[in-house]
């Protein structure tokens, strides 16, 4: 049998996670931040892009036939980013991601074998995320999508140890997608937010993770890392170095270009060079297909930036979606 092309970076919108905090005064601050982060400029672009979507964001037969087109047969299918909602109190962040968990696991399972989903943990109430992160596992979802911080709160802060631990036992996936960047105004126009502020929120997150120990703590996560990692994987050198001359920088036990291998890493990175240098770094296994489907930040066809990049052809079926078949337990 083939092997399945599979997109692990694909995206489910659900109104009615949105509902729960429409009406709080929470929701108001939220927005006044998301202006300054983006801009009137971006904001105006986004709510005709993402209404162009809507149909292949929410309802499954439009986006079994965008998969078909593309000839990807399995989605991984994580909420939208806009859903964390990291600004509520315990009580309504524990209704969000309740409902947000049982409505992508609704959504997914009107396609079985061919979309499986990640939930949502609150990260801003660490106290709940094992609790939480069991819910969404009950609903059948194959772990959770978190973010690359949360207000107050790096993804080093011992808070989450026990997280870590319980993600790490359950074999759940952690699917690590930033939104906003902490930059504020800094990437207010021209929508630097989303094109450098990703990859600079993944850079972050990710040596969060490494140089604190956490990957020391827990080898056996298995978190998967947005846009390619962001800029870490192609700078990681400097990271190295810093970890080789700093003794402030010796948290972690090995260089932090080792740990590139204890990660996976989307594809998205919209250049042929770069996808071959991050396989070069994580090694061809531990990357994977992703479109960000069906944002306009993504790519309608993964295949084709998959093979632009020319890999060996065992290389090119690894990340078309035998690694990612592997991880989803899909063979």
Same mark, same amino acid.
């Given at each position: 049998?083939?092997?399945?092309?599979?997109d692990?970076?694909a995206h489910?919108?659900?109104?009615?996670?949105?509902?729960?905090?429409?009406?709080? !005064?929470?929701?108001?601050?939220?927005?006044v931040?998301d202006?300054r982060?983006?801009g009137?400029?971006?904001?105006?672009v986004?709510g005709p892009?993402v209404g162009?979507?809507l149909?292949?964001l929410?309802?499954?037969?439009?986006?079994? =036939?965008?998969?078909?087109e593309?000839s990807?047969?399995v989605?991984l299918?994580?909420?939208?980013p806009? &859903?964390y &909602?990291?600004?509520?109190?315990?009580?309504?962040?524990e209704k969000v +991601?309740?409902?947000?968990?049982?409505?992508?696991? =609704?959504?997914?399972?009107?396609?079985?074998?061919? /979309?499986?989903?990640?939930?949502l943990?609150p /990260?801003?109430?660490p106290?709940?995320?094992?609790r939480?992160?069991?819910?969404?596992l009950?609903q #059948?979802?194959?772990g959770v999508?978190?973010a690359s911080?949360? !207000?107050?709160?790096? /993804?080093?802060?011992p808070a989450?140890?026990?997280?870590?631990t319980r993600?790490?036992e359950?074999?759940?996936?952690?699917?690590? &997608?930033?939104?906003? +960047?902490t930059?504020?105004?800094?990437?207010d126009?021209?929508?630097?937010s989303?094109t450098?502020?990703?990859p600079?929120?993944n850079?972050v997150a990710?040596?969060?993770l490494i140089?604190?120990?956490?990957?020391?703590? &827990?080898?056996?996560?298995?978190?998967?890392?947005?846009h390619g990692?962001?800029?870490l994987?192609?700078?990681?050198?400097?990271?190295?170095h810093?970890w080789?001359?700093?003794?402030?920088?010796?948290d972690c036990?090995r260089?932090?270009?080792s740990? /590139?291998q204890?990660?996976?890493?989307?594809?998205?990175?919209?250049?042929?060079?770069?996808?071959?240098?991050?396989?070069?770094?994580? #090694?061809a296994d531990?990357?994977l297909?992703?479109?960000?489907?069906?944002?306009?930040?993504?790519?309608?066809?993964p295949?084709? =930036?998959?093979?632009?990049?020319r890999?060996p052809?065992?290389d090119?079926h690894?990340?078309?979606g035998?690694?990612?078949a592997?991880?989803?337990?899909?063979v």
């Amino acid at each position: 049998m083939r092997t399945p092309t599979v997109d692990v970076h694909a995206h489910v919108l659900l109104p009615e996670v949105d509902s729960v905090v429409a009406d709080l !005064p929470g929701q108001a601050d939220a927005t006044v931040l998301d202006v300054r982060r983006n801009g009137p400029a971006a904001l105006a672009v986004n709510g005709p892009m993402v209404g162009a979507r809507l149909p292949r964001l929410t309802d499954v037969t439009a986006r079994l =036939a965008a998969m078909d087109e593309q000839s990807v047969d399995v989605q991984l299918v994580s909420p939208s980013p806009s &859903h964390y &909602h990291y600004w509520t109190d315990a009580e309504t962040a524990e209704k969000v +991601c309740l409902l947000a968990n049982e409505a992508t696991a =609704a959504h997914c399972a009107q396609a079985p074998g061919r /979309l499986y989903g990640l939930g949502l943990v609150p /990260l801003q109430h660490p106290e709940q995320a094992i609790r939480i992160l069991e819910h969404a596992l009950e609903q #059948g979802l194959l772990g959770v999508e978190v973010a690359s911080h949360a !207000p107050g709160r790096e /993804l080093s802060d011992p808070a989450y140890e026990p997280f870590w631990t319980r993600a790490e036992e359950r074999g759940a996936l952690l699917f690590l &997608h930033p939104f906003g +960047c902490t930059l504020n105004e800094r990437l207010d126009r021209w929508y630097l937010s989303n094109t450098v502020g990703q990859p600079v929120e993944n850079a972050v997150a990710l040596s969060h993770l490494i140089f604190s120990g956490v990957l020391d703590r &827990h080898p056996g996560l298995k978190l998967i890392a947005a846009h390619g990692g962001g800029y870490l994987p192609t700078h990681i050198g400097r990271s190295d170095h810093a970890w080789r001359v700093r003794p402030d920088a010796r948290d972690c036990a090995r260089e932090p270009s080792s740990y /590139l291998q204890q990660l996976y890493f989307d594809s998205l990175v919209h250049d042929p060079y770069v996808l071959r240098e991050l396989v070069r770094v994580a #090694g061809a296994d531990r990357v994977l297909l992703g479109s960000d489907f069906p944002f306009d930040m993504g790519t309608e066809d993964p295949l084709a =930036a998959l093979r632009a990049a020319r890999l060996p052809d065992p290389d090119f079926h690894s990340v078309r979606g035998g690694n990612a078949a592997a991880l989803l337990d899909l063979v």
